[in-house]
């Protein structure tokens, strides 16, 4: 079946404007995360839904950052107030469930964010 | 906190082995996962580890030894292909039951001809 997608693939934006960007997991996997990749940088975890619970919104970096998902699916996430150490690569994942003992996690092609 | 170390660049030669260490510090250890990025594409999974030992999947194979905190990624015949970005990352258990992954910086393999 399909992957994780994400668009748009590539945003570029004056320092002060909101962003939003959105992911569309895995048919069918009830978790998503998002991630931020910076230049040379490990992927940092930002947020994490989980089925109809409370997200963990634990690795979000201030808050001009939030997330919303609609219906168990969709997920996006908004940066307001952009500031150029938010350019990076921001990568949704999704898995099939938590309780299992893999839950391996699949990326999305990723959101290039460029701050001006 | 999470610590998690590897090498940021390493070099082979086709047709070689290379093993990619990566050593770690966490609470709540819940699995280790390997991933390979291509530059510019998303990273996808290549091995996981949960006990100790070695799982073995075609040319790449995974070890663990969660009394050390250490894991190494074992790619043999290697392709130029196999020129990428091979990112370490734990899964922990934490207080709010998230099952994040916190991943190394990345090793950047270059496979010479």
């Known amino acids: 079946g399909a992957g994780v997608s994400q668009s748009p693939s590539n945003k570029v934006t004056e320092k002060g404007k909101d962003v939003e960007l959105r992911c569309d997991p895995i048919s069918g996997h009830t978790a998503l995360y998002w991630y931020r990749q910076s230049l040379g940088q490990g992927l940092e975890f930002l947020i994490y839904f989980q089925g109809n619970s409370a997200p963990d919104k634990s690795g979000l970096p201030s808050d001009r950052f939030s997330a919303e998902r609609t219906g168990g699916s969709v997920s996006t996430l908004t940066i307001q107030r952009t500031q150029q150490e938010d350019s990076a690569v921001y990568l949704c994942a999704s898995s099939r469930r938590t309780s299992g003992v893999t839950d391996t996690q699949y990326f999305g092609p990723g959101t290039r964010l460029t701050v001006l | ?113």
Not at chain 2, 29 to 43: D, I, K, R, V
Not at chain 2, 44 to 58: A, H, I, P
Not at chain 2, 75 to 91: G, H, I, N, P, T
């Open chain 2, 1 to 113: 906190g999470q610590n998690i170390d590897q090498p940021t660049e390493m070099t082979a030669t086709e047709g070689a082995i290379v093993q990619i260490n990566c050593t770690y510090q966490t609470s709540g250890f819940n699995g280790l996962f390997w991933y390979q990025q291509h530059a510019g594409e998303a990273p996808t999974f290549l091995s996981y580890n949960v006990l100790d030992g070695l799982e073995e999947k075609g040319r790449f194979s995974s070890f663990l030894s969660r009394s050390k905190g250490y894991s190494y990624l074992l790619l043999k015949e290697l392709q130029m292909k196999d020129s990428a970005s091979y990112l370490c990352a734990v899964r922990s258990i934490s207080s709010g039951s998230a099952r994040q992954l916190t991943f190394g910086s990345g090793t950047q393999l270059t496979v010479l001809p």
